[in-house]
């Protein structure tokens, strides 16, 4: 099996990128997510942690072999986890993983249906089943991820403008609960939940000290260049 590929790449298509190495050209697969930063990177030396499986052609009647490359190791383990739920295959998986995985491991742990659902070919039967066979393994992939965070109180729609003022937990930095009220907030202010998600990570790389949802919510206003 081919576990890793380090060469130079030379192409990026929609789904796949084309990566060489001495003599051999290789194409690889890769998740949507990975499109934008390989554009970029193009012509520079990469190194791909690889997946190698078998793709049916032809109703089953054929296989060919096929690689998918990813950034990290971590990477490869989380769309492994990924397609293990049952209805996500290798290519599904590939086309719907849009957003960086630690967005989307965040988006389990919190049950973030909606931002699930907002991902191609993720309806919510898919979302519900992902939350609920995976939310205990993806402490370790999310970005703002909390073992206590949003499952024991989560919010309802009806209650974001109260939560805003949540705070953060006690060592000051800003807990998942408190990322989740803030992104309710922008969404019932017109932001779509991606470019909700977008807003609050921008803030909190502008102030990561940034404490309650109330201040992330002024930040990620403020980052669209709207008065705090």
Same mark, same amino acid.
């Given at each position: 099996m081919i576990?890793?590929?380090e060469g130079?790449?030379?192409s990026?298509?929609e789904t796949?990128?084309l990566v060489v190495?001495g003599e051999?050209?290789?194409?690889?697969a890769? *998740?949507a997510a990975?499109i934008?930063?390989l554009?970029?990177?193009?012509g =520079?030396?990469?190194?791909?942690h690889?997946l190698?499986?078998?793709?049916?052609?032809?109703?089953?009647?054929?296989?060919? *072999?096929?690689l998918i490359g990813?950034?990290?190791s971590?990477?490869?383990?989380?769309?492994?986890?990924?397609t293990t739920?049952?209805?996500i295959?290798v290519?599904?998986?590939?086309?719907?993983?849009?957003?960086?995985f630690a967005?989307?491991a965040?988006?389990?742990v +919190?049950k973030?249906l909606?931002?699930?659902?907002?991902? *191609?070919?993720?309806?919510?039967k898919t979302a519900?089943t992902m939350v609920?066979?995976?939310?205990?393994k993806m402490d370790?992939?999310?970005?703002?991820?909390?073992?206590?965070?949003? =499952?024991k109180s989560?919010?309802?729609?009806?209650?974001?403008?109260?939560?805003?003022a =949540? *705070?953060?937990?006690a060592t000051g930095?800003l807990n998942a609960?408190?990322?989740?009220?803030? +992104?309710?907030?922008l969404v019932?202010?017109g932001e779509?939940?991606i470019d909700?998600?977008?807003?609050i990570d921008?803030a909190?790389?502008?102030e990561?000290?940034?404490?309650?949802?109330?201040?992330l919510?002024?930040a990620a206003?403020a =980052?669209?260049?709207?008065?705090?």
């Amino acid at each position: 099996m081919i576990n890793r590929i380090e060469g130079i790449l030379e192409s990026v298509e929609e789904t796949a990128a084309l990566v060489v190495v001495g003599e051999i050209a290789y194409e690889i697969a890769v *998740p949507a997510a990975d499109i934008p930063e390989l554009y970029s990177r193009i012509g =520079s030396r990469m190194t791909f942690h690889t997946l190698h499986y078998l793709e049916s052609q032809g109703q089953g009647s054929s296989f060919w *072999p096929k690689l998918i490359g990813f950034q990290s190791s971590k990477d490869r383990a989380f769309f492994e986890l990924i397609t293990t739920v049952k209805g996500i295959g290798v290519r599904r998986a590939l086309r719907a993983l849009t957003i960086p995985f630690a967005r989307v491991a965040e988006a389990i742990v +919190m049950k973030d249906l909606a931002l699930l659902m907002s991902l *191609p070919e993720i309806g919510r039967k898919t979302a519900e089943t992902m939350v609920l066979e995976l939310r205990d393994k993806m402490d370790s992939y999310a970005k703002a991820a909390s073992t206590n965070s949003t =499952s024991k109180s989560p919010t309802r729609k009806g209650e974001a403008k109260s939560a805003v003022a =949540s *705070p953060a937990n006690a060592t000051g930095a800003l807990n998942a609960s408190a990322m989740m009220d803030a +992104m309710n907030v922008l969404v019932q202010l017109g932001e779509s939940r991606i470019d909700a998600r977008a807003l609050i990570d921008l803030a909190l790389e502008r102030e990561p000290d940034l404490t309650t949802a109330n201040t992330l919510v002024s930040a990620a206003l403020a =980052s669209k260049g709207m008065t705090r």
